[in-house]
């Protein structure tokens, strides 16, 4: 009865200033309120303030989302702020992108993968192909995260098949993402997987025209080589590295012979 008519009117703030610092805050009312209130009072609030006009207001609101899942439940957050969240992954300032990219783990984690793949699934692979490094890098994260939470069956069906096709985009910032998250995966999905569906896009990378890819190609290989058999880094990995070492740019020349090193390691060891 008190602070509720007094943060309604600092929502409407003719100052982007204040929306911001409320937004800041606002979110912890929600498990004081409680359930009923937290929906009929704040979350019309929360919904205007994640269009506001000004980045750090959304940016602020979506930073705290997971105080209000945690008491309105995930039929609500499904049906009412995740549309908003959905809008704001496009959004044209790249700080929310990165938030909202930071942010669905917990929302997958509370969807649980059936809706996730219906509704944010390509969302999570377009975001490999933004134009802000930060943006793809956050991506290729989201992506190991999201194959912890599901499984690697799941990474395996609904990952997998998308990165080896996102392999031969036409631009080659797309195709370098793609190798940073292959090398994120490897882990998470074990030997297996690694050998049999994302080993062979790292070999083909090899022989790409780009140098940039051809020296990344080294360094992921050295990477994966604690997934992968000595059998499978002697018959399959140290050619590929074996050729870039004798590439014509120093950069791929160098990285190949520090990924030698490793490989060798390896295979007296085995």
């Known amino acids: 009865s008190s602070i509720l008519p007094c943060i309604k009117d600092l929502a409407s703030d003719s100052s982007q200033h204040v929306r911001a610092a409320l937004a800041n805050v606002i979110m912890g009312l929600a498990p004081v309120l409680g359930k009923t209130l937290t929906i009929e009072q704040l979350l019309p609030l929360f919904l205007a303030l994640l269009k506001d006009e000004f980045p750090d207001v959304r940016l602020n609101i979506i930073s ?71 943006i793809r890098e956050a991506a290729t994260v989201n992506l190991k995260r999201l194959a912890e939470e599901f499984g690697k069956e799941w990474a395996s069906e609904h990952i ?33 997987l690694t050998v049999s569906t994302m080993l062979p896009v790292v070999v083909n990378a090899s022989k790409d025209r780009v140098p940039n890819i051809k020296f990344n190609v080294a360094r992921i290989f050295e990477k994966m080589l604690p997934v992968l058999s000595a059998q499978v880094v002697a018959q399959t990995v140290k050619p590929c590295l074996m050729e870039l070492h004798e590439d014509t740019d120093c950069d791929v020349r160098f990285f190949a012979g520090q990924a030698l090193s490793a490989c060798e390691q390896i295979i007296a060891a085995a």
């Open 160 to 192: 997998i098949p998308q990165g080896v096709q996102g392999s031969n985009n036409n631009h080659y910032l797309f195709r370098l993402t793609i190798l940073f998250a292959i090398s994120m995966l490897a882990p998470v999905v074990g030997s297996e």
């Open 64 to 134: 705290k989302l997971d105080q209000v899942n945690q008491v309105i439940g995930i039929d609500l957050l499904s049906q009412s702020l995740l549309p908003a969240i959905v809008e704001l992954a496009e959004d044209r300032h790249w700080r929310v992108r990165l938030a909202i990219i930071e942010y669905i783990p917990q929302v997958a984690a509370q969807l649980g993968h059936e809706f996730f793949d219906k509704r944010l699934s390509d969302l999570c692979m377009s975001w490999l192909g933004d134009s802000v490094f930060a």
